[in-house]
């Protein structure tokens, strides 16, 4: 089954940046959307945003304008642009990958964001 690594969490404060890598272990077929969510303490896992096979793109409301998704197709990787970062955005983040025959998710990497 494809493994997927994230990476890029970590501290920051309010207003700052971090950019979250998702790394698939081989090439996707039959992708249908890659995609992130996050799940806060004591909070069920919410979307944060995801990036179809075709370059569609959807986005939780309360990161529009603050994140950006993309997939890099021939790296089998794809990365969440965080900006202008805000405390409630604390959570670890998932990496998913959905095809036309599975789900996968990734381990989880830590955002904290201090205020």
């Known amino acids: 089954q494809v493994q997927l690594v994230e990476s890029g969490g970590g501290l920051v404060q309010a207003g700052g940046s971090l950019r979250l890598s998702c790394a698939a272990s081989?090439?996707?077929?039959?992708?249908?959307?890659m995609g992130w969510y996050r799940q806060a303490p004591g909070k069920q896992r919410d979307l944060v945003a995801t990036?179809?096979?075709?370059?569609?793109?959807n986005y939780a409301d309360s990161v529009k304008g603050r994140f950006t998704i993309s997939r890099d197709n021939a790296k089998n990787t794809m990365s969440l642009q965080m900006n202008s970062l805000k405390p409630e955005d604390t959570a670890v983040y998932y990496c998913?990958?959905?095809?036309?025959?599975?789900?996968?998710w990734g381990q989880g990497t830590q955002v904290t964001v201090s205020s």
């Open positions: 081989e090439r996707i077929f039959n992708l249908v959307f």
């Open positions: 990036i179809t096979s075709g370059g569609g793109t």
């Open positions: 998913v990958l959905r095809t036309t025959g599975w789900t996968n």
